[in-house]
């Protein structure tokens, strides 16, 4: 009797295991957090220091290796490189990696956190060097520094890219750019100025109304010198960062769908043969709760898995 129920038992987990995709059963062993009261630590990343000899400031670069780079070795891999990293890094890590639970969607790729400047507060980094003016918000501190996103743009190029191209696997065709807020300020301003630099870009809610829509300035300005602009281009924004005021869901400072409309119909009006665009404006989404929505369609559109 006891053989019997023993039997019974070990088919029936056998049978749910068989029913769960065997690709969330390799994903399901999480890995072991050191304990004590020691941080949490992200498996399977490693963070490098990369300096900028320009500015003389420390910056570091977060990094998260796909589940097939041990075990191919003569393959190379797109490479997304995400601003803002101590927010961005860990949640594109993770929503990539769901997406790939229930067979592939997105193609694996390496993900590349850009770090703050060390020592510095994550606000003063980033208006600093996510900004292609030093015209910056009235309402910033007054101490505040704005405007030194080409020197920034500068150390992508000449420091982070070759460190990430001389130490890992890279698909050289294949370098992608991910921003929201003022860090799509910044890949717009790469885009229109230097848009080999990155072959896709992913801008969420860019701040386009930033010294009065430079960035449009910039997208008009390219346009008058080029014919083509080879890129794939995803663009998003949240339904409530319309202005409307006096409805509390909404922007009540400035209109970023109309201004996202704007540079999507100013792109889709040059009909550049090499530019792959899409623009969404996603429902019930603020400026604040839109942007892992946004990068789950965002991986979706530039990655498709093959």
Known sequence: MLRRVLSTLVITVTAGLAAIPANAQSQSAAKVQPGEGRPYEIADSEVWDVPDPVSRRGYQVFVALPPSYAKEPQRRYPVLYVTDADYAFPIIRQINRRLNLDGPKVEEFILVGLSYAKGEDGAVSRRRDYTPTPNGPSTAP??????????????????????????????????L????????????????????????YILGSPSLWYDKRHALGLEAGYAAENRDLPAKVYLYVGEYEALRKGDRRYSQTVDMVADNRTLEAALRGRKYPKLSLKSEVLNDEDHLTVAPRGFTQGLKYLLPAR
């Open 142 to 175: 007054a101490s505040a520094i704005h405007g030194q996103g080409q020197a920034y743009q500068a150390y992508l190029r000449d420091q982070v890219k070759p460190f990430i191209a001389a130490r890992y696997r890279t698909d050289a065709a294949r370098a």
């Open 177 to 200: 750019f991910l921003g929201h807020s003022y860090g799509s300020l910044l890949g717009a301003q790469i885009l229109f100025t230097e848009p080999g630099l990155f072959s896709g």
